[in-house]
């Protein structure tokens, strides 16, 4: 059973540009959570998925990011005109049926973001 | 100071030493969580203490809360220089729908364990 997969690993991308980053959750689990970790920080939370929905997106920036997570395929982060201080590495969790009391969201390696 | 912040921010010890990292927090929580980052890598969840429970062992470790002072800590014993990475705690609060999902990060201890 493979984990949480995310590609690319590492990208790279010059002010202005788009960023794509995805996010395939594990097996049977059909909620995603996105997070971002800058330098010498923890993790902060961006955005919550279940399919076709947001159903959180309280700690993503107002402008130029989005995210979505269709029926088919993988979940994606997409940031648009790039700026330095997106420099990050932003990691992607998933997790089984949403439960009230408990809640261990399982992370994949992260992609690298460097913008250049 | 944020919501599970770590302490200290940096511990390094020698192969075979005990390795004792606390976290605290400001709101009333579900569950806290401790999850290892090595290096460059994604996080590995290492053990879930829930709010009523107050302490739980998991192979080497050990994680105690206490929630009338809002802290936790993660004793790792007889530690091996493979066990040198961050440590995180991830804390999560029950929000108005009656559900936790938003995991709250500190900044982490970095772990140096010399062989």
């Known amino acids: 059973n493979a984990g949480v997969m995310q590609n690319p690993r590492h990208l790279v991308r010059r002010r202005g540009q788009e960023a794509r980053l995805r996010c395939s959750p594990m097996?049977?689990?059909?909620?995603v959570y996105w997070y971002r970790q800058l330098p010498e920080e923890g993790l902060k939370f961006m955005v919550y998925?279940?399919?076709?929905?947001?159903?959180?997106e309280s700690g993503m920036p107002k402008e130029r990011f989005s995210a979505e997570f269709p029926k088919e395929g993988p979940s994606i982060l997409r940031i648009q005109q790039v700026v330095r201080g997106d420099s990050a590495a932003y990691f992607c969790a998933s997790s089984p049926a949403r439960s009230a009391s408990y809640n261990e969201q399982f992370f994949g390696p992260g992609t690298r973001l460097t913008v250049l | 100071s944020q919501q599970g912040e770590e302490d200290p921010q940096a511990l390094s010890i020698q192969e075979g030493e005990n390795a004792t990292m606390n976290c605290s927090y400001k709101t009333s929580i579900n569950n806290l969580q401790w999850y290892r980052q090595n290096s460059g890598r994604g996080l590995v969840h290492l053990i879930l203490?829930?709010?009523?429970?107050r302490e739980k062992h998991s192979g080497r470790l050990r994680v105690t809360l206490d929630t009338s002072k809002k802290s936790s800590s993660l004793l790792i014993t007889a530690s091996r220089a493979a066990d040198t990475a961050s440590y995180f705690c991830a804390t999560d609060a029950e929000n108005s729908g009656g559900s936790n999902y938003k995991l709250t990060f500190g900044k982490g201890t970095l772990l140096t364990v010399n062989p």
């Open positions: 097996k049977g689990h059909s909620h």
């Open positions: 203490i829930r709010s009523n429970e």
């Open positions: 998925l279940q399919k076709e929905n947001i159903i959180d």
